[in-house]
């Protein structure tokens, strides 16, 4: 069961976000970063919105965060992790939609460190 501390959903959230708020919001305008994912009424994935809103929070003070973002950032980790699992068999994976996604929602597989 998640945690409701919200030292350990910050901490949980920066181990699952490994990107920068300009590297996410570079990234977001990417035609690769709008490519993937299910698009909501409005044409945009919910990873996309995602992304959106985890760069706001990675810009946000820790004491700035409410209810609603702590929720987001729980949100973002259980994404992570659960996509990290479904890891394709194919070798070449920098290009592909299962790193995208993940990268839409913050975490680049590919990143050392």
Same mark, same amino acid.
């Given at each position: ?40 009424? &409005?044409? *945009? !994935? ?14 946000? /003070? $820790? =004491? ?27 070798? &070449?994976? *920098? !290009? ?14 590919? /990143? $050392? =460190?």
């Amino acid at each position: 069961m998640a945690s409701d501390d919200p030292d350990t959903i910050r901490r949980e959230f920066g181990e699952a976000v490994n990107m920068t708020a300009g590297e996410l919001e570079k990234w977001l305008e990417t035609e690769e970063s709008q490519s993937v994912g299910q698009k909501d009424g &409005d044409g *945009e !994935s919910t990873g996309h919105a995602s992304g959106r809103r985890i760069v706001e929070l990675l810009r946000k /003070k $820790k =004491g700035d965060l409410d209810d609603g973002d702590l929720a987001h950032m729980r949100k973002v980790h259980g994404y992570v992790a659960r996509h990290l699992a479904q890891q394709p068999a194919q070798e &070449d994976v *920098e !290009s592909s939609r299962w790193r995208y996604s993940l990268m839409n929602w913050g975490h680049d597989p590919l /990143k $050392k =460190g």
